[in-house]
T-cell receptor, first 114, second 111 residues
Framework: ETGVTQSPTHLIKTRGQQVTLRCSSQ?????VSWYQQALGQGPQFIFQ???????GRGNFPPRFSGLQFPNYSSELNVNALELDDSALYLC?????????????FGPGTRLTVT | DAKTTQPNSMESNEEEPVHLPCNHS???????IHWYRQLPSQGPEYVIH???SNVNNRMASLAIAEDRKSSTLILHRATLRDAAVYYC????????????FGAGTTVTVRA
């Protein structure tokens, strides 16, 4: 059973640029959630995708957007990067509709905005 | 979202039990209590969850107060690999999608 994978591991961008982060779900999972974790804080929910549609969103501006593909992999896109976007971005997959409550997290992508 | 309160940090000796408290006085009847932990340089991992009754699994035990306003995660024999940040999270049954993490409790295990 393959776990959740994310790419790239690390990324450095300049303020104002755009970035795309990628996530491959655990085998058999149909739901992907994205979280932002600033240094020293707990992860903050960005949004979730289920069956290729956004299924819930946290308190993040529209410049944070996402996609889920038919194979359940997902992308997080961030436009007009700001210095405060520097964080660890975590992807979590789960299986909705079965009563299973566990989310399985990837190792994250460390984004640095300069 | 109902909030949880945890101590910032706790220390334990290796092979001794660790009791991690969590207060959730505004919990509603449809809130499940979840625990996740995050080891250094890793994403969070699921530990255990419960609703009303105490729960046991291979990683830990969860003791839930009768009034559900508090709970305790119990690591029966701490190892160095249990050093992590432990998060207590309330998750509403109807709110299937998000986990609301707080700051968690940083657990240090002494050899």
């Amino acid at each position: 059973e393959t776990g959740v994978t994310q790419s790239p591991t690390h990324l450095i961008k300049t303020r104002g640029q755009q970035v795309t982060l990628r996530c491959s779900s655990q085998s058999g999972h149909n739901t992907v959630s994205w979280y932002q974790q600033a240094l020293g804080q707990g992860p903050q929910f960005i949004f979730q995708y289920y069956r290729e549609e956004e299924n819930g969103r946290g308190n993040f501006p529209p410049r944070f957007s996402g996609l889920q593909f038919p194979n359940y992999s997902s992308e997080l896109n961030v436009n007009a990067l700001e210095l405060d976007d520097s964080a660890l971005y975590l992807c979590a997959s789960s299986l909705s509709g079965t009563g299973s409550y566990e989310q399985y997290f990837g190792p994250g992508t460390r984004l640095t905005v300069t | 979202d109902a909030k949880t309160t945890q101590p910032n940090s706790m220390e334990s000796n290796e092979e001794e039990p660790v009791h991690l408290p969590c207060n959730h006085s505004t919990i509603s009847g449809t809130d499940y209590i979840h625990w996740y932990r995050q080891l250094p340089s890793q994403g969070p991992e699921y530990v255990i969850h419960g609703l009303t009754s105490n729960v046991n699994n291979r990683m830990a035990s969860l003791a839930i107060a009768e009034d559900r306003k508090s709970s305790t995660l119990i690591l029966h024999r701490a190892t160095l690999r249990d050093a992590a940040v432990y998060y207590c999270i309330l998750r509403r049954v109807s709110n299937d999608y998000k986990l609301s993490f707080g700051a968690g409790t940083t657990v240090t295990v002494r050899a």
